[in-house]
Structures are given as structure tokens and as C-alpha cells.
């Protein structure tokens, strides 16, 4: 079955399974392997196995069959199942019939030989039978029959040992501890230092009413808590067991968790980090600052008296005559309307072409006008109220106006009103380049300053009446201008940016003073008729406090409302200020300023007046107090104007 | 190191700033202050623990190459250490360790129900089963025990030992179901450090009342206990704990009682006590010596079904006999046949022989009374009546806390009032009112409202004549005042709505923090009251419901 080699010089080891061997059919194609035995997969990439003699590669046959090629060869190759392919080199050899066999045989844990019988008869080269004669014949040693003396001479030994008393009996171990009196002897110098410093591991909780087997009823949970207690977290719960209740006391089974408790209980013991807390142990009452009473410091207005109905629409904005006599609002509804403050009635109704954003009353009361603000431009308006002397005088004023020969340049446009204007009590209209959205006037009642949204340095403009002459005081825009105010006596200029309200001098045209709201975002700002102190409302509902001679941050923060403020004012001569606020609701302020310098303000809230309801989320959109009476108005989204006395 | 720290008492410290230890991090870590740790090196126990995992090491290399005499010999040289010193320094005074002793006992006590095979070695549950039973002991010789609860959990005690209230649970007895997520080398290191503690206790303990330490039970007590058939019951040793535990016997003392040696306590009075206050000590005195001696001249008997153990203590605590069935335990003094027998504890719907002359009563009566000071009438708990709810002693209530009306009636009685009579008598008055308007009501239901329209009419006709004789002026007065009342009250909150306005921030948080726990806790007691009304409405609807039924 061997075949020898045709090219044993070729042949590095004959190794090679002879029974696997192909047979080669002619001395040409004797592609035997030539590498040797190496792991063949140094040659898995290559397409060659080894090199001939000559020191050709040896190629591989090609083999480029692809799963469908397969799968017909194992279907119409009658000798499939018994072709293997060579490793050695790469070629599919067909098995012979022997060489089946052989495999079967193998696999069958057979011998590959068939001529080989295992069970062959087996020859006993000693006899199992017993027989008369021994293997060897060699007798027994002497020392086998006599006592050793070594071992007597060891044993003798130990005999003396034990009875000398030196070996003893191993004592069984007593195992069960002994106690005696360990604290016989208390020293108090003996205490460690460290006991000082130990916090004792607080008792367990004392079981309550509920964790009795049988406890009153109400301590039982109701389906819904015994729902609610098994969805919360096992950390969570107020009760680490649900109550139950047991007819008798044989029918209380074991606690299941009772191990787990006493464990829960260990691992505290040792692993949670003990600190001694100071328990905050003080009377809430304390803890209310004790403030002058309400009662003492009056007058403030308590209750609301008047409600001035007739706009359709939010009323933004509200301003009275300096005589106190005459209330104006300008709304949503493209109108603004003149009020008796007395008697709550409308005296007049102006329609103006848009949404007034502010309207201002001169504050002189020799004049009779008032500045409304409506989209791009200021009306300056005579109501014609009151005293007729009064309201002529300003008409004469106003027309006595004579022009200045040479034009000059303004950032705005004086026009006069037309004849239609003019006879619903418009006088003049001042135009701006963009929409306004405040209008103040100075204390004098000569100057006015409006507000411009936008971004550049024309935000903020002075305008002088008498001479129907703007100017615009700022080279460079600080961010957007929120409102601006000019002080009651001295020649200040304030601007409330977002988050800053800086100080200007006029007659020096510098900043004196820069002030940090710590607001997010300033909606408005008062004066006090002092003119050292300023309130700012913001929209982030504070109401920051500011000594001009203290510092440039709030002396105090007020955080009374619940949400943003939409205004706030000071009383002329009382110590009052107000706030409103989109929660609906008035917070009139004792605000009591002292000649002193070294004392400060006084603040108190005094009373919260409520009125307005809730429209759009909006509630008081302005607040104003009248300027002898200790009354405040405010106006809200609910289209009211309402008068608290 | 896990050891070392359960037995010295290491615990972590919460750092005051946090950060500034944990290298910025915020996470949540465990702190050791470091003197601890170096506390913990210079510990001598700390070779011991070498020695003995050194010994583990060479006793399992014996074991794998089956050196049995090799192995043999290392078990017999077993390393042992002591705790005592550990004991002494963590606790330098008695009153140290008797502070401590709650999680001490209650360890003990669960460990001492384990079952003698698995869990832990059966020697420390053994040590563990004869220092409860010792200190079980101590309380019925001391007769200090003072509270004693039910729960659902177990069974609390409170004791006062030399003035500190001391407090344990036991569990039920019954087969604890063990758990797989308890790690039972944590409370086996307890354990082994609380046995020591409660040994050296118990020592002290027994000698401050000249009772001999080694527990033995009194000459005359041990004669009785001799069981009358002349065979032994179990292993001498053995029974004697067996004994011992079976609570039912005094203990033997250094120093023969002297008969009534009790010594009048003198009087020293306090500097600056008042006389009122020396009166309420002694009657606090007085109540506490009348407590310790409840149940004296009592005699209960236990039925089978009732747990023993607790409630023996409980009678022997308060100075009364107790027995039980032979067969049930070691220790019966006397048989059920018994005649000076007063109570029979039965924890079964009915009893079918009852004698005469003896209360038959379920075991929360013995509980509830020791709660309760005194000896409640028997009444509420005989068997197969529906128990009052059984309330916690350990809850005191403050102003405002919810106070179940079983607690009212309780104070009360212990004021000395009996207000459960006239609540009964009450009950039973309205019960029959109701039932006699039920009657009525059907019968009257036409008539009521021609009576009504009369009567409004009547009305109509005085208001119209008191009107015409005196003026609006008498109304009017009236409600002014009231008017007044309430206007001060509303300004007066205004005033300190105003005031917390002006608050500043963190008292204003503090004061919120403040008023809403305090609206909580109103808020529960509301609503466990609510509850309350709705049960007890929904119990007397059944009850009339029951009635009636019974009625037709």
C-alpha cells in the first residue's frame, strides 16, 4: 500500500500520511508536497505551496468554487462524501475503498490493522494454583521474633516522663468565657481622650401606635395608601412595614424582614458617618422681624374706593394733575381718557391713531398739558380742564413761540397740530424717527425727555418745550434704555438700562453714578421727592432700594410680589411708596427717609390692596399716588383705573 | 479591618467641607478620620487576628494532605483572644455600656432563636440563649420592667436598669426564613463583641443585687423544681439552663435576704426644690413601687397555645405566679386544677370547661395592664372577644398630636376617673335614643312637617311683633361685634403676612421650613382623625343595621 517516492531528494520528511497520499497517475504531475512540515497556514494567502525543484512555485489548483457550485457537487457527485481535500496541497483526493474502511474502523475505536486479533489467547508465565514449593526459601530474621530495645528504651521514657509528672494529659479547652467585675475600678482620669470626641450611635426609633399587632383602626392603611406605599421606594417610605391587624395574638405570624432589620441596623452602626447637628430649635414668631405696626403709620391707603371704568383695553398708563384734580390713562384702545378724581367721571375721551405707551402731566401747575406718547410720536396735549385762566395761559404760551431765524438740525420734527387736532385739545406733535415708549417731564415743566426703542444712541431725548427744540444727550447707546427720570431738584439724569441705572449730570455732562440693580431686568424706577433714594421694579419680581449717599448697590431688596413688576411710585410728601405687579395686586411700602444721614430707611410694608383681576396674565400695569391725598390709583389689564384711599 | 472596626467602635465621620477633602469630587465616599486609623494599628488584637488567619492557613494545608494528627494538634492549639480590654476602653464606665446595651440585647436575643445547626457556630448561639436568659434573669429579680409592646415584629421591652431605660425586641418563635442578602460575618462580629459586653453586664448586674453571678437557682425553688417522677428530663448541665430559662424560679444570693429589708429611702431635700416638687417625686415613687408590684399575689396559669416565655417574664416582673402545663416546659410550679389559680391566660375563641373562681383572659390583657399601671378590667378581654386596639406605651403625645380615644380613656382611668361606664351608659342612651326615633320617625314623618310649617309660621309672626316693638338697634349692636372680633383678627394677620414679607431670605426659608412641618403634622393628625370618624360611623351603621335584622 506504501508507494515510494519517485523524488526522495525532493522529500524533506516522510512524514506525509502514506494511507492520504495521492497516488500520483504520471511522473509529471507528482505535485507532492514540498515544503515539509510546516503548519500549512503560511501558505493560506499565497496561491502557491512550496517551491519545485527547479524553484518554480508549486500553485495550488484552483479552486473558485462558490457555495451554489458546492451545493450541486454535493448533489450530483455520487463520491462526495467520500472526497477530502488535501491540506498539503490543496487537491481533492477521492478515497478508496481500503481506505474507507480504515476510517470506519478508526472511528469505531477498532484497530487500523484487520489482520489484528486483541484477543489472541493469553499465557500464564506463573501458575495461579499454589504450589508446594515457595519462590524463595529464605528464613525469617532473628529481630522479627524478639521486642525492640529501641522502642523500649522510647517507651520506658515516657512511662517515666508521665509518672514524674512531666508529660500531662492535654486539659480539654474551656471554651465559655469567664467574667469578673471589668468596671470594678472606674477611673475617671483613665478615660480616653478620644471619648470626648465620640458621638454615640443614636437609639432605634420607639415603635409608634401603628406597628401594634392590633392598633386602632385609623392607623390601618387605606387601599390607596397601601397602593401608594408599595409603588414608593423601599428608601422612600415613611414606614418600613404596612400596619396590620390580628384578631389575637396566636394569629401574628413571624416579622419576614426581622434579620434584615437587625442587619440594616449593624451596617448603620459601623458604616454611616455619625455628626453631631445642632437642631434648630427656635420659636417661628422669633423669626418674624419685629416692624412698627401698620397701624402707627399711617396714613396709607386701605380700601378701594373709586374704579374709573371705560377703556375696552389695558390701561397702560396713568398720570394726574399737579392740583390732583384731573387723572389721565391712556389704553390699548387707541384712547386716552381725562377723569375727575373726585367723582370717577370720564370728562373727556381723546382718540389718538394708536397704542399709548405713556402719558405724563406737566408737573408745573401753571401749565395745563399733558405728553402722551403714541407710536412715533409725542401729542402734547391741553386738556382744557379746570381753571379756564389756567388752560388760556398755556395756549398763549404755547402760540407765543416765534420761530428762530436759522433752522437747525434736530433728531426730531416739531409740528403743530391742524385745525381738527387742534380742537380736540392737541397742540403739538413731536415726531420721531421710531416708535416712543415713555415720555417724562422735567420737575420745571420746560423740558421732557422721551424714550425711543432702539438700539442706537437716539434712544433717550431732551426736548424743550418753549423752544420746540430737541436735542439727544448720548454719543453712544449703554444697552436699552428701560425708562428715564429727571431728578425733582438737582440738574440728575437717570437712565435705567437692563440690568444698570446710571446717574448723569446735566450741567457737567458726565455719569456721577452708576447703579447695580442685581435685577435681571428693570421695568421701572421712582424717585423720591428727596431725590436720594430710587426704587427700581423689575420683571424678575424685585423691588431694589437704593441710597444714593450709601452706595451704588440696593440698600435693600424687596421680594414682595410673586410675579414680575410692572411699575412703582413715590408718594409726593408722605413716606409711602407702591409697587404693582402682574400678580394682580398693590404693595404700598412705609418708606420713611430721615434727615439723618446716619439713620437708614425705614421700610415696612404697610398693606397689599387687591382689586384688579387677571387678564392675558397680566394685572397692574401702573401705579400713581396722588400727589396731597395718601391715595394711590393703579391702572391693570382688566381696563380699569382704580383708586385705593 | 472590617472587624477591627465593629469591635472598636470606628464609625465615619462626615467631613465639614466636603470638597475640600475629596479632591474636589462631590461623590458620596466614606470618611475615616485618620487618628482613628492609627487608633486602630496600635490595637494588640490585631496580631491575634494574624495568628489566627495563620492558623486557618495551616489547618487547611493539614486538611489537603489528610494530616489528621497534624490537624488535630492545630485544633487543640487554637488561637483565642479576649474582648474584655476593648470592652473596657470603649465603655470606661458602667453607665457607658448600660447606655449601649438596646442593640446589645436585641442582637442577643435574635441570635439566641437561630437554630443550633448552619447559620453561625452553635457555641455563640449557645452563649447568646444563657446571657438573655441570665439578664432575663436580672430584670425579674430587679423587677425593673417597665414597658412592654406587641408589634407586628416582635415584642419590645423597656427596662430601667440603675436609671437608663433599656430597650429590646425579640421575635416571634418561630423558624426565621434566612436571607440571602444579609451578610451574616457583619452580625456575627456584633455578636461576639456584644456577647462580651452583656457577659461583663450581666456580672455587674447580678453582684449589685448580691445575687450569686453563675446564675443559680434558690435552695428551696430547686427542691419544688425536681421533677416528681424521679427521672432525669435531660443532661444535667443542660437542664439547667433549661432552668433557668423557664424564668419560673428565684435566684440564689450571696447574702441571705433579710426578710422585707426594703429601707426606707431618706429624705434628702434638694436645694432649691420646692415642696411641690418633693411631693410629686414621692408620689412618683409611690406609683413606681405600686407598678413593681402589680401583679403580686396573682396567680396566672399559661395555656399552651400561648407564647410562654414573654409572658412568664412579664408575671414574674410584676411580682405574680405563673405555671404552665408539665408537658409544656420545665419549671411548672403548679396544675391547672389548681384552685387559688386567679388568671388563666387562653388565646383561643372559647374555653370549654371553664372553672369558677378565675378570670379566663387573652394575653394583651397582661400587656395592656402593664402599659397602663394598673390592673384593667378584665372585661374587654375575655375569649373570643373582639380586643381594644392594643397602643403603643412608648408614644407620648405632644400639644397638638393625634391622640387615639382608646389613649383618652386610658388617662383618664389612670387619673382615677371612670369615664368607661358613662361612655358605655352613653353609648347605650343613644343607641336607644336613635332606635326610639327610628320609631319615631316613621310614625311622625307626616306630622313633622305640618308641625314644621306651623312653626315657621309662628316664627315669622314673633320676628314681625319683635320687630315692630323694638327697632333694628338689638341686630345690629350685635353683629358689630363680631365684626370687630374678626376685623382685629384679620388685621392682625395681615400685620404678620406683612412682616414675614419682610423677612430676610434664609429666615424666611427657616420660618417656611418651620411652618410647614408644623402644618404637616396637623395635616396627619387631621387626617388620622378623619379616618377615625369615618370607621367608627361605619361600625355603629353595621351595628344598627345588626339590630334591626335581629329585630325582624
Known amino acids: 500500500f506504501f508507494t515510494p517516492p519517485r523524488h526522495p531528494g525532493v522529500h524533506l520528511l516522510e512524514t506525509v500520511s502514506p494511507a492520504l497520499t495521492p497516488l500520483p497517475s504520471t511522473p509529471l504531475q507528482d505535485i507532492r508536497n514540498t515544503v515539509g512540515n510546516i503548519p500549512m497556514e503560511w501558505y493560506q494567502d499565497f496561491p502557491h505551496i512550496g517551491y519545485n525543484l527547479e524553484g518554480k512555485k508549486i500553485y495550488k489548483p484552483i479552486r473558485n468554487k462558490d457555495e451554489l457550485d458546492m451545493f450541486l457537487e454535493k448533489m450530483e457527485n455520487p463520491d462526495y462524501w467520500r472526497t477530502v481535500q488535501d491540506k498539503m496541497t490543496g487537491a481533492d483526493i477521492k478515497l478508496t475503498d481500503e481506505q474507507v474502511d480504515l476510517v470506519h474502523r478508526l472511528q469505531k475505536g477498532q484497530f487500523g490493522d484487520v489482520h ?94 401603628e406597628e401594634s399587632y392590633n392598633p386602632p383602626p385609623e392607623y390601618l392603611l387605606s387601599e390607596e395608601e397601601k397602593l401608594a406605599w408599595e409603588q414608593q421606594e423601599p428608601a ?74 371705560g377703556h375696552t383695553s389695558l390701561v397702560r398708563c396713568l398720570s394726574i394733575s399737579p392740583s390732583g384734580q384731573w387723572l389721565v390713562s391712556g389704553s390699548d384702545d387707541c384712547t386716552v381718557r381725562f377723569w375727575e378724581v373726585c367723582t370717577a367721571r370720564c370728562m373727556k375721551t381723546l382718540p389718538v391713531g394708536g397704542v399709548v ?105 431732551i426736548h424743550q418745550t418753549s423752544k420746540r427744540w430737541s436735542q439727544n444727550p448720548f454719543r453712544k447707546s449703554k444697552g436699552l434704555v428701560q425708562c428715564v427720570l429727571f431728578h425733582p431738584i438737582r ?111 425705614l421700610l415696612v410694608p404697610v398693606k397689599v390692596l387687591k382689586g384688579h383681576t387677571m387678564t392675558l396674565d397680566l394685572g397692574v400695569l401702573d401705579v400713581l399716588f396722588h400727589p396731597t391725598q395718601p391715595w394711590v390709583f393703579s391702572s391693570g389689564a382688566d381696563g380699569t383705573v382704580r383708586l385705593y384711599t | 479591618t472590617r472587624r477591627l472596626c465593629i469591635l472598636k467602635g470606628i464609625y465615619p465621620h462626615e467631613p465639614k467641607h466636603k470638597k475640600k477633602v475629596n479632591k474636589g469630587s462631590t461623590a458620596a465616599r466614606t470618611f475615616y478620620l485618620l487618628k482613628d486609623i492609627k487608633f486602630l494599628l496600635h490595637e494588640p488584637i490585631v496580631n491575634k487576628f494574624r495568628e489566627y488567619k495563620v492558623f486557618v ?12 494528627s497534624t490537624v488535630d494538634r492545630l485544633k487543640d492549639n487554637k488561637p483565642s483572644y479576649k474582648l474584655d480590654h476593648i470592652v473596657k476602653e470603649r465603655y470606661p464606665t458602667f453607665v457607658d455600656a448600660l447606655r449601649d446595651l438596646d442593640d446589645a440585647l436585641s442582637m442577643c436575643f435574635l441570635f ?98 448580691n445575687l450569686l453571678y453563675p446564675p443559680k437557682i434558690d435552695g428551696q425553688a430547686d427542691v419544688e423544681l425536681k421533677p416528681a417522677e424521679g427521672k432525669e428530663y435531660a443532661m444535667d448541665s443542660e437542664s439547667y439552663l433549661e432552668k433557668l430559662s423557664a424564668l419560673s424560679a428565684s435566684l440564689a444570693r450571696v447574702v441571705a435576704p433579710t426578710h422585707e429589708d426594703e429601707v426606707e429611702m431618706d429624705e434628702f431635700p434638694v436645694e432649691g426644690e420646692t415642696a411641690e416638687q418633693m411631693d410629686v417625686r414621692k408620689k412618683e415613687q409611690e406609683a413606681l413601687e405600686k407598678h413593681k408590684k402589680l401583679f403580686e399575689g396573682l396567680r396566672f396559669f399559661l395555656n399552651r397555645e400561648v407564647p410562654r416565655e414573654p409572658l412568664a417574664f412579664i408575671i414574674r416582673c410584676f411580682g405574680g405566679q405563673v405555671s404552665w402545663d408539665k408537658s409544656l416546659c420545665i419549671g411548672a410550679t403548679y396544675d391547672v386544677s389548681d384552685p387559688s389559680i386567679t388568671h388563666q391566660i387562653v388565646d383561643r375563641p372559647r374555653v370549654e370547661q371553664q372553672v369558677v373562681g378565675r378570670y379566663y383572659l387573652q394575653p394583651q390583657w397582661v400587656f395592656d395592664s402593664v402599659n397602663a399601671k394598673l390592673c384593667l378590667p378584665v372585661a374587654d378581654y375575655f375569649p373570643g372577644v373582639l380586643l381594644p386596639p ?19 380613656k386610658l388617662l383618664a382611668m389612670q387619673r382615677g376617673e371612670n369615664p368607661d361606664e358613662e361612655s358605655e351608659e352613653e353609648e347605650e342612651d343613644e343607641e336607644e335614643e336613635e332606635d326610639e326615633n327610628d320609631k319615631e320617625e316613621e310614625e311622625e314623618e307626616d306630622e313633622s312637617e305640618k308641625e314644621e310649617e306651623m312653626k315657621l309660621k309662628k316664627m315669622e309672626e314673633q320676628k314681625t311683633q319683635s320687630n315692630k316693638a323694638l327697632p333694628v338697634k338689638v341686630t345690629a349692636g350685635k353683629l358689630r361685634l363680631e365684626d370687630k372680633q374678626r376685623l382685629e383678627q384679620e388685621q392682625q394677620s395681615e400685620e404678620k403676612r406683612l412682616a414675614i414679607m419682610m423677612m430676610k431670605k434664609r429666615e424666611k426659608y427657616l420660618y417656611k421650613k418651620i411652618m410647614f412641618g408644623k402644618k404637616r403634622k396637623v395635616r396627619e393628625a387631621n387626617k388620622l382623625a378623619a379616618k377615625r370618624k369615618a370607621h367608627d360611623t361605619a361600625v355603629k351603621e353595621e351595628k344598627k343595621k345588626s339590630k334591626k335584622a335581629r329585630r325582624a
Not at chain 2, 457556630?121 to 436568659?133: F, G
Open chain 1, 116 to 209: 489484528f486479533n486483541p484477543y489472541e489467547p493469553a499465557v500464564d508465565f506463573f501458575t495461579h494454583e499454589v504450589m508446594i514449593h515457595p519462590v524463595t526459601n529464605r528464613p525469617a530474621d532473628k529481630r522479627s521474633f524478639i521486642p525492640s530495645l529501641i522502642e523500649k528504651e522510647k517507651v520506658s521514657k515516657l512511662v517515666h516522663a508521665i509518672k514524674m509528672g512531666w508529660i500531662k494529659p492535654r486539659k480539654p479547652k474551656d471554651d465559655t468565657p469567664t467574667y469578673y467585675d471589668l468596671w470594678a475600678h472606674e477611673d475617671p482620669n483613665s478615660i480616653l481622650g478620644r471619648h470626648k470626641m465620640h458621638v454615640p450611635a443614636p437609639k432605634m426609633k420607639l415603635p409608634g401606635h
Open chain 2, 112 to 209: 439566641s432563636t437561630f437554630p443550633r445547626t448552619g447559620k453561625c457556630h452553635v457555641q455563640t448561639i449557645q452563649l447568646c440563649r444563657r446571657l438573655a436568659v441570665e439578664f432575663l434573669n436580672y430584670v425579674i429579680a430587679s423587677r425593673s420592667l417597665r414597658k412592654v409592646f406587641l408589634s407586628i415584629k416582635g415584642i419590645y421591652y423597656q427596662a430601667e436598669v440603675l436609671g437608663q431605660p433599656v430597650t429590646w425586641i425579640t421575635p416571634y418563635t418561630f423558624a426565621h426564613d434566612h436571607p440571602t442578602d444579609v451578610d451574616y460575618r457583619v452580625m456575627a462580629t456584633f455578636t461576639e463583641f456584644y456577647t462580651t459586653l452583656l457577659g461583663f453586664v450581666n456580672f455587674r448586674l447580678y453582684h449589685s443585687l
Open chain 2, 390 to 408: 392594643h397602643l403603643s406605651p412608648f408614644v407620648t403625645e405632644q400639644e397638638g398630636d393625634y391622640v387615639p380615644p382608646e389613649k383618652l
Open chain 1, 491 to 601: 440738574p440728575y439724569f437717570f437712565v435705567a438700562t437692563q440690568r444698570y441705572v446710571r446717574v448723569y449730570n446735566l450741567l457737567k455732562q458726565e455719569l456721577t453714578k452708576k447703579l447695580m440693580t442685581n435685577c435681571k431686568w428693570v421695568s421701572s424706577m421712582a424717585i423720591h421727592p428727596g431725590g436720594d433714594n430710587i426704587i427700581c421694579g423689575s420683571y424678575d419680581s424685585k423691588l431694589a432700594w437704593f441710597d444714593l449717599d450709601l452706595s451704588t448697590r440696593p440698600y435693600q431688596l424687596l421680594r414682595h410680589h410673586k410675579k414680575a413688576l410692572r411699575s412703582v411710585a413715590f408718594h409726593k410728601h408722605y413716606p409711602l411708596f407702591a409697587s404693582g405687579s402682574d400678580d394682580g395686586t398693590v404693595i404700598v411700602c412705609h418708606g420713611m427717609v430721615y434727615n439723618d444721614l446716619l439713620q437708614n430707611p
Open chain 1, 357 to 461: 405707551k405713556s402719558v405724563a402731566w406737566n408737573p408745573n401747575p401753571t401749565i395745563c398739558l399733558v405728553a402722551i406718547c403714541v407710536e412715533q410720536s409725542v401729542l402734547l396735549v391741553n386738556p382744557c380742564l379746570g381753571d379756564k385762566l389756567l388752560y388760556g395761559a398755556t395756549d398763549q404760551l404755547l402760540e407765543s413761540y416765534v420761530a428762530p431765524e436759522e433752522e437747525r438740525v434736530q433728531p426730531v420734527q416739531w409740528v403743530t397740530a391742524t385745525m381738527e387736532e387742534h380742537s380736540k385739545g392737541v397742540r403739538l406733535v413731536v415726531q420721531h424717527s421710531k416708535a416712543v415708549k415713555q415720555v417724562t417731564w422735567h420737575g420745571k415743566g420746560d423740558y421732557f425727555a422721551s424714550v425711543v426703542s432702539d438700539n442706537s444712541n437716539m434712544q433717550v431725548l
Open chain 2, 57 to 68: 492557613r495551616k489547618l487547611r494545608k493539614a486538611y489537603g494532605k489528610s494530616e489528621w
Open chain 1, 236 to 309: 422612600e417610605r415613611k414606614l418600613n412595614f404596612v400596619p396590620q391587624q390580628y384578631r389575637c395574638l396566636r394569629a401574628v405570624p413571624a416579622y419576614s424582614r426581622f434579620i434584615h432589620e437587625r442587619f440594616e441596623r449593624c451596617l448603620d452602626l459601623y458604616l454611616c458617618p455619625r455628626q453631631r447637628k445642632m437642631r434648630v430649635n427656635v420659636d417661628p414668631e422669633d423669626l418674624i422681624p419685629k416692624l412698627p405696626k401698620p397701624r402707627d403709620l399711617q396714613p396709607f391707603p386701605t380700601t378701594q374706593a373709586l374704579v374709573y371704568r
